[in-house]
């Protein structure tokens, strides 16, 4: 069992940053490959990126390509994605989930889920 816990949500002017934080716990989480997705009100879940075990490849969507960044820390357990210029459309709960088929990036690969956290991005 691998338990996800993320947090940094929150609100923010479009423009602006926030990062993201999800700590892993359970005995073979830094084996996993992580990944983000988000859910906007009335929209289906979508994927946002990924991380290998290792951290050092990464996915991206194309509709944040440029903007986040997904990093690890495997001695503390934790992923991050650094959110820059964020925008309207960005606003959605996102998830952290945690996967060992990496480069499948639809929600159905991911076996962990974290609960959620809100980023909402005013214009």
């Known amino acids: 069992q691998v338990q996800l816990v993320e947090s940094g949500g929150g609100l923010v002017q479009a423009g602006g940053s926030l990062r993201l934080s999800c700590a892993a716990s359970?005995?073979?989480?830094?084996?996993?490959?992580m990944g983000w997705f988000r859910q906007a009100p009335g929209r289906e879940r979508e994927f946002v990126a990924a991380?290998?075990?290792?951290?050092?490849?990464?996915y991206y969507a194309d509709s944040v390509k440029g903007r986040f960044t997904l990093s690890r820390d495997n001695a503390k357990n934790t992923v991050y994605l650094q959110m820059n210029t964020l925008k309207p459309e960005d606003t959605a709960v996102y998830y952290c989930?945690?996967?060992?088929?990496?480069?499948?990036?639809?929600?159905?690969?991911?076996?962990?889920w974290g609960q959620g956290t809100q980023v909402t991005v005013s214009s």
């Open positions: 989930a945690a996967t060992l088929r990496f480069g499948d990036n639809y929600a159905r690969a991911y076996d962990y």
């Open positions: 359970g005995r073979t989480s830094s084996a996993y490959a």
């Open positions: 991380i290998s075990w290792s951290g050092t490849t990464t």
